[in-house]
């Protein structure tokens, strides 16, 4: 029943080291997504790719890079990691067509950057 | 202002008993609706969508949708406490899930 796949559940690195977050699907969607979760500040979104090779950016997309190689693959990397990217990261699928929501959910990565 | 508004909790309800979750938003043209659960420590989970004014049922939750309104409601009969959650909120005036707004969510309590 595996449908969200995240490399790892936590993470602990340090100030300045370049950071690689995975992220893999296996319903076929050409939407993924990347958030961050914070107490207070809820989901927000800081990339999106709606196909292999093609992004947008989110609201919150300062510090990050993503790559999307493959339909099923959506990395998130943090080039330079910094105490104010700990947090929960999500990623995320769901088809191009309707409802036009995010469908699936993986199970997160605990960021902590020390 | 916030664009999607839930109260943030903790809502308590007895076992059994029908939760009640409301959500507000701001921007009229907002055409898809969302719901979803989130327990302490795991990612939010999709209950439910709705596009239409009216009710939409699916086992024991109910959506309800009042776009002259601009609220949306999650109905939980029954109450289990294993609904015991926070619940998000989710509303999208576009055609691109990528402009999906969240709210902070409810937190539920279901006391046995």
């Known amino acids: 029943d595996v449908k969200v796949t995240q490399s790892s559940r936590y993470l602990v690195k340090r100030t300045g080291e370049k950071v690689f977050l995975e992220c893999v699907q296996d319903?076929?969607?050409?939407?993924m997504f990347w958030y961050r979760q914070d107490p207070g500040l809820g989901l927000r979104l800081i990339y999106f790719?709606?196909?292999?090779?093609?992004?947008e950016k989110g609201d919150i997309p300062e510090g990050y890079s993503v790559s999307r190689e493959k339909k099923e693959r959506f990395s998130l990397i943090l080039e330079s990691a910094s105490t104010n990217q700990t947090s929960m990261y999500l990623c995320?699928?769901?088809?191009?067509?309707?409802?036009?929501?995010?469908?699936?959910f993986g199970p997160g990565t605990r960021l902590t950057v020390t | 202002q916030k664009e999607v508004e839930q109260n943030s909790g903790p809502l308590s309800v007895p076992e059994g008993a029908i939760a009640s979750l409301n959500c507000t938003y701001s921007d009229r043209g907002s055409q898809s609706f969302f719901w979803y659960r989130q327990y302490s420590g795991k990612s939010p989970e999709l209950i439910m969508f709705i596009y239409s004014n009216g009710d939409k049922e699916d086992g024991r939750f109910t959506a309800q949708l009042n776009k002259a309104s601009q609220y949306v409601s999650l109905l939980i009969r029954d109450s289990q406490p294993s609904d015991s959650a926070t619940y998000l909120c989710a509303v999208n005036a576009y055609s691109s899930a990528s402009k999906i707004i969240f709210g902070s969510g409810t937190r539920l309590s279901i006391r046995p």
């Open positions: 995320a699928s769901s088809p191009e067509t309707g409802p036009f929501g995010v469908e699936y």
């Open positions: 790719s709606y196909d292999v090779k093609m992004k």
């Open positions: 319903m076929d969607h050409e939407n």
